[in-house]
């Protein structure tokens, strides 16, 4: 992390920026579109986010590390210790975990509450048992907390120009698109750890099942069953976009761009498996470099003209340049988490 990013933050003490600086990596290596989007965003505020992924990042590492040799019992006792460093970081006390650190830092100066954490952490453990689900009202249980918390908890980070509460919804239905999308994206890689997040009654409606699938992913046989179905998953995933699209205009102007530009390309990602007519159980589907660049050109102009509109300073992905500082953090909902 640029220590110009850690300074205008407010964040000092070298122990907590090598936290942040540890969060800031994992957002660079694992996620290419979202750290891409980040570098949009207002100097002061970068921080916190990289906070937020590293943590979503660090959990969904123990449960779906295809590298490791980590048994299911021994994952869950991973994120059982995780679990209790969590608690002990958010509680003020000593962690010992970078991303504990500086997510309970993030947490405490932008107000997040704390339920939306513990919702997600709930969501990585279901991965550990939990292979499949009857339909889309099971699978909105499993994203809330492994989707629709991300958005929550990123609103007061980002700002809003209306109450908080007005913002959540479409907050949380983005967070959910973007996971929907990711579902879509990953199905063949999903089905070989054993786990199928399209609904079964979705599939069933079909002709699909999972043995079905499997055997497509096996012999790389196409069946327009399949194709039928995974069609009507993203028919689904895009009706989700549209519900969160009122909310980019919800947001603080200077944050607005970023989103926008994760808004995009992450819809994106769902034309792309149009194009490649659906064969995501045998390839995964990637937006093109030069269709990245032009998003991120447009982003970074919109940015400009936002944070030049604002009249204050910041920094842009290529340099120095006018940044404002972050917006008073809003009141977290009660009762509300990549």
Do not use: K
């Amino acid at each position: 992390m640029t220590a110009r990013e850690l300074d205008a933050a407010g964040i000092h003490e070298p122990g907590l920026r090598a936290a942040y600086a540890r969060c800031r990596d994992l957002n660079a290596r694992h996620g290419r579109t979202y750290f891409l989007a980040t570098r949009l965003l207002p100097v002061d505020r970068r921080a916190a986010v990289h906070a937020l992924y590293g943590f979503a990042r660090h959990a969904d590492d123990i449960v779906d590390d295809l590298e490791s040799t980590a048994t299911t019992a021994q994952r869950a006792a991973a994120l059982t210790a995780l679990e209790e460093q969590l608690e002990r970081g958010l509680r003020g006390g000593r962690t010992t975990e970078p991303v504990i650190r500086a997510l309970a830092d993030t947490a405490g100066r932008h107000g997040i509450d704390h339920r939306h954490f513990t919702d997600f952490l709930a969501s990585m453990r279901a991965d550990l048992t939990i292979t499949g689900y009857a339909s889309f009202e099971d699978l909105g249980g499993y994203t809330h907390g492994s989707a629709a918390v991300i958005g929550l908890q990123m609103l007061p980070v980002l700002g809003t120009v209306v109450p908080h509460e007005e913002a959540a919804g479409p907050a949380a239905a983005l967070g959910v698109a973007f996971q929907l999308t990711n579902f879509l994206r990953d199905v063949g890689e999903d089905l070989d750890r054993g786990r199928v997040y399209l609904p079964a009654d979705l599939l069933g409606a079909h002709g699909v099942d999972r043995a079905r699938l499997e055997w497509s992913r096996r012999t790389g046989a196409r069946d327009p069953r399949i194709t039928d179905a995974l069609t009507a998953f993203a028919a689904h995933t895009r009706s989700v976009y549209r519900q969160a699209l009122p909310g980019l205009g919800m947001l603080d102007p200077v944050s607005r761009p970023c989103i926008r530009t994760a808004f995009v390309l992450y819809s994106g990602i769902l034309d792309a498996i149009e194009a490649d007519d659906h064969a995501v159980l045998h390839r995964r589907a990637v937006v093109p470099r030069r269709r990245r660049a032009v998003v991120a050109l447009d982003g970074l102009a919109r940015a400009l003209a936002a944070r030049s509109r604002t009249g204050r300073r910041t920094e842009t992905a290529t340099g120095p340049c006018p940044a404002a500082p972050a917006r008073t953090a809003l009141l977290p909902v009660g009762g509300e988490a990549a």
